[in-house]
């Protein structure tokens, strides 16, 4: 969702340094974006820079330097696509300004309370009412307290406790030199610098900077000064002791290098992540088969690419250790939640750790007292600090909305759970390189020239078909997701048995129809399947260990046991991306969708 960054500090480009900022997070998605400075000097007003769209090629050399100043990208919620709407927002005497996520759900009150007083109002947005509640808080607060250097962020504090909803806030203002900001819901941190310090929304867009870093929890204020910075309960007022973290990510995991997008190196980087989980994570496979062998009932949830993976963890644990693990999408958890047995655990995998779905389950299941594993990618995010154990994914930073590396590297994890769970992780780690050698294989240059032209051919196709049985399952869902959501064919993921059951109805003459036949017990009935639709007309793409007169295409998947899915989810991640290319679309940024998805 939307993008913050914030820079105070003694360099007077602060304004380039922000739009930097918010360059490296445009991978989240957006549809505006801005800049405000506090110009050096006696700043009669804060200037603003602000256009719907992309940054491009735009530049903000042309605003007044400055040593503090900060920027959004913009996911519009409330109000549509426009430069007005974009933030930041000021108050009347343009001498404040706001950046915000999440959505006010009372700013049609507290906007009609404004009004009342004389404010006016340029946007549409319910971000606006936030400067101008802190313009009528200071207003109201008596001269002298007003001179005080707290006297801003106490308006700050006021205003924030009296919005309803999940957001995060920054604020900035021309008389004392300092950012306050405050998180309830919406993933805000800060950066600890040398003389400067910094905001942002997400980790990765501070680490040209600092890699020491403060992930604000819950109903944590901020004040953000060049040489200080003071953390404490926007409730109750009591200091918080800063829990600096240090980022183990390196910049150069944070960019795209010499890949023309973040997805394509993010697909490259799969095989030696399953080499490095096999060798690094046995230990805390260990540790989570405890939990899991001890835990009444398990049950794993996930939204989106995470929610496949939450499926498949069902087959993996039935396959390898005999073990029932339930499974859930976040979004439809909820009735689930409410007959989960006490001494029960939930298990939340997500890649970014702030998914609004899956934190209000964990949030319920921590109500009832129910134990909660996260499983996530960003150390340090929600996810990860509201859970009472965790394991890190250890993928690095995954800036394609699309999920890849984050996917596999979940399974990798799970399988070794499983085979924990059985006694013999060892056979786990040698499954995973088995794994490793066969997605290497997948990315290698001959198999992505058959992908290439395999998505030349396919490039007009409207729908399709991804058909899988037992994990090959949710594995057709993923290969059917990673292909909907950026090159908007609309592809649906199948079990094979239910072909009869309906979906048959829509093969029609020329249907692509990818069938994922591993080398395992599901092998001669997804063939059976395959047939079923070639003789009403279907094209028939096989991901298999070997060809077979079914298939018009074919594309090998070398056998990697139960671990297969890992290489047949790959090549659907190199089809997904080369079918966008084919049909003009970007694949780290597709429409309608953001890296992760904030609100509800
Ligand atoms: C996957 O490609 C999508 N970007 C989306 O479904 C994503 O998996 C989902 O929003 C969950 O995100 P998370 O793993 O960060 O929780």
Redesign the pocket.
């Given at each position: 969702m939307c993008g913050i960054f914030g820079y105070i500090g003694h360099k007077t480009n602060a304004p380039t340094i922000v739009l930097e900022g918010l360059k490296r997070l445009e991978y989240r998605g957006y549809d505006s974006w801005g800049v405000a400075v506090v110009p050096e000097g006696d700043a009669e007003n804060i200037l603003v820079k602000k256009k719907a769209g992309k940054i491009g090629a735009a530049t903000v050399t042309s605003m007044p330097k400055g040593t503090l100043a900060f920027g959004h990208t913009r996911w519009a919620t409330h109000g549509g696509v426009t430069d007005v709407n974009a933030h930041p927002h000021l108050d009347c005497t343009k001498t404040i300004a706001v950046i915000h996520n999440g959505i006010v759900e009372n700013y049609e009150a507290l906007k009609e309370m404004l009004t009342k007083e004389g404010h006016h109002f340029v946007s549409q947005t319910d971000t606006e009412i936030i400067a101008h509640l802190v313009e009528e808080n200071l207003k109201a607060m008596k001269p002298a307290i007003r001179d005080a250097q707290p006297a801003f962020s106490k308006a700050v504090q006021k205003a924030f406790n009296a919005l309803d909803g999940l957001n995060a806030i920054i604020l900035i203002n021309t008389t004392s030199h300092e950012m306050v900001a405050a998180r309830n819901g919406s993933p805000l941190v800060v950066g600890f610098g040398d003389g400067e310090n910094f905001l942002a929304s997400d980790p990765a867009a501070l680490l040209p900077h600092t890699k020491q870093v403060h992930y604000l929890e819950d109903d944590e204020m901020v004040i953000v000064r060049p040489d200080a910075i003071h953390i404490f309960n926007a409730r109750t007022g009591e200091r918080v002791r800063p829990r600096k973290q240090l980022l183990t990510w390196t910049e150069k995991d944070a960019e795209k290098g010499q890949y023309p997008y973040f997805m394509l190196k993010e697909i490259y980087e799969q095989p030696g992540l399953m080499s490095e989980i096999a060798s690094e994570s046995t230990e805390q496979a260990k540790e989570l088969a405890k939990q899991f062998a001890t835990a009444y009932r398990v049950y794993v949830v996930?939204?989106?690419?995470?929610?496949?993976a939450a499926r498949a963890a069902s087959y993996l644990f039935s396959d390898i250790s005999a073990h029932l693990i339930n499974w859930g999408i976040?979004s439809e958890f909820d009735h689930r939640l409410n007959v989960i047995p006490e001494k029960s655990l939930v298990v939340a995998?997500?890649?970014?750790?702030?998914?609004m779905?899956?934190m209000e389950v964990v949030k319920k299941a921590k109500a009832k007292g129910i134990g909660v594993v996260s499983i996530?990618?960003?150390v340090g995010s929600s996810?990860w600090r509201m859970a009472d154990f965790r394991m890190p994914i250890g993928a690095g930073p995954e800036k394609?909305?699309?999920?890849?590396k984050?996917?596999t590297s979940k399974i990798a994890h799970l399988i070794l759970i499983a085979y924990a769970m059985k006694g013999n992780i060892s056979d786990g780690q040698k499954l995973l390189i088995r794994a490793a050698k066969s997605a290497k294989e997948a990315v290698s240059e001959s198999n992505v020239k058959r992908i290439k032209a395999l998505a030349a051919k396919m490039k007009s196709v409207e729908h399709m078909f991804v058909v899988g049985k037992g994990i090959s399952y949710p594995a057709a869902q993923?290969c059917a997701?990673?292909i909907k959501?950026?090159s908007y064919i609309h592809a649906e993921g199948v079990a094979a048995g239910e072909l009869k059951h309906g979906p048959l109805a829509l093969v029609t003459k020329g249907t692509p129809c990818i069938v994922i036949a591993p080398n395992d017990e599901t092998y001669r009935d997804v063939l059976g399947s395959a047939m079923e639709m070639k003789a009403r007309g279907g094209h028939i793409i096989g991901f298999s260990y070997k060809n077979d007169e079914v298939f018009d295409d074919y594309i090998p998947v070398a056998d990697a046991g139960e671990a297969t899915i890992i290489p047949n989810v790959i090549v659907a991640q190199l089809l997904a991306y080369y079918l966008t290319l084919e049909r003009g679309f970007d694949p780290d940024m597709p429409r309608n969708?953001?890296?992760?998805?904030t609100v509800k």
């Open positions: 996930g939204a989106g690419t995470s929610g496949h976040a995998l997500s890649q970014s750790g702030e998914t779905d899956l996530v990618n960003v996810l394609g909305v699309a999920s890849t984050a996917f993923e997701l990673k959501e950026i969708l953001a890296k992760s998805v």
